[in-house]
């Protein structure tokens, strides 16, 4: 069975909740924004399938500051935040507004660490990659919330949960980035598909964890022994997870879905919670 059709089997049975579903999506190469393969199929088809979102709050490994910080701005531009890639990539526009109201909410949720309006930065490649293939139309409000790179994975784990109630209001939350991402072993012979040993089993882990719903070695994920060094070489690509797994309850079931290695040394495994 082809990962389009596993993805399309468990979402035909989601059930339609109050609590919207919150995700970790493996974003994988810019790439994606404008390919129409198994990876943006599939975020489409996602969309189909859950409830439509009132907005779209964003945790993407590319917004990695100090200091913690909300996209407030009414129509965040579109950042083409890379280099060598088609002319193509680099004309993408994706004009979705923002929402100044809910920019303001946010920041009384969260109790343990300031967050500042930001209106210079907008939408990253870890945000409009995906979010374009999911609402095409961009007539849905996308924010970003950044991932302050002074915090601990306990500390960013915490904050999620302070952001929990937007979960009851609409707001779809993703965490963009890779399980496993070390592009300096990326391997250009595996890069349609295929990963090292070490990546799958710490991919593999990694799953595991989180379907037995173990988050503490996940939170202290260097404990977690040399391959998962490889795997995280440096946290911005991790940390979403722990957003998305933060923003889970005890209730809830969760599907996996792109699950693939790519280029050796990336993983484009992804989770829906809810």
């Keep these: 069975m082809s990962a389009l ?12 909740t109050d609590l919207m579903p919150t995700l970790f999506i493996g974003h994988g190469s810019p790439m994606n924004g404008i390919e129409h393969n198994e990876y943006s199929e599939s975020w489409a088809n996602l969309a189909k399938n859950i409830p439509v979102p009132k ?4 945790v993407s490994a590319h917004w990695y500051t100090h200091g913690t910080f909300v996209t407030a701005m009414d129509f965040p531009p579109t950042i083409h935040d890379f280099g ?4 193509a990539l680099f004309d993408v526009q994706y004009p979705a507004p923002g929402d100044a109201k809910l920019a303001l909410e946010i920041p009384s949720l969260i109790h ?7 209106h210079d930065w907008g939408l990253d ?10 609402y ?17 994975p306990a500390q960013h784990y915490e904050i999620a949960k302070e952001i929990y109630a937007l979960r009851k209001k609409g707001i779809l939350v993703i965490g963009s980035g890779n399980m496993v991402h070390n592009l300096r072993m990326l391997s250009w012979e595996m890069i349609n598909g295929g990963g090292y040993d070490w990546a799958n089993e710490m991919n593999d882990k990694f799953k595991n964890l989180i379907a037995n719903g173990d988050h503490q070695p996940l939170i202290d994920y260097r404990s977690l022994g040399a391959d998962a060094m490889l795997a995280i070489p440096t946290p ?4 979403p997870l722990i957003y998305t797994l933060g923003l889970k309850n005890d209730k809830e079931g969760l599907s996996f879905f792109n699950d693939k290695a790519v280029g050796g040394s990336l993983t484009m ?6």
Excluded: C
């Design 269 to 274: 495994t992804s989770v829906l919670v809810g």
């Design 236 to 239: 911005e690509h991790y940390l």
């Design 5 to 16: 059709s596993q993805f399309r089997n468990f979402t035909q049975g989601l059930a339609q």
């Design 55 to 58: 907005a779209v709050l964003v």
């Design 112 to 118: 343990s660490t300031p967050v500042e309006p930001d």
């Design 136 to 152: 095409p139309e961009a007539n849905i409000p996308v924010l970003q919330l950044s991932i302050d790179y002074t915090k601990s």
């Design 125 to 134: 490649h870890g945000t409009w990659t995906i979010v374009r293939h999911m």
């Design 84 to 87: 060598g890639f088609p002319q």
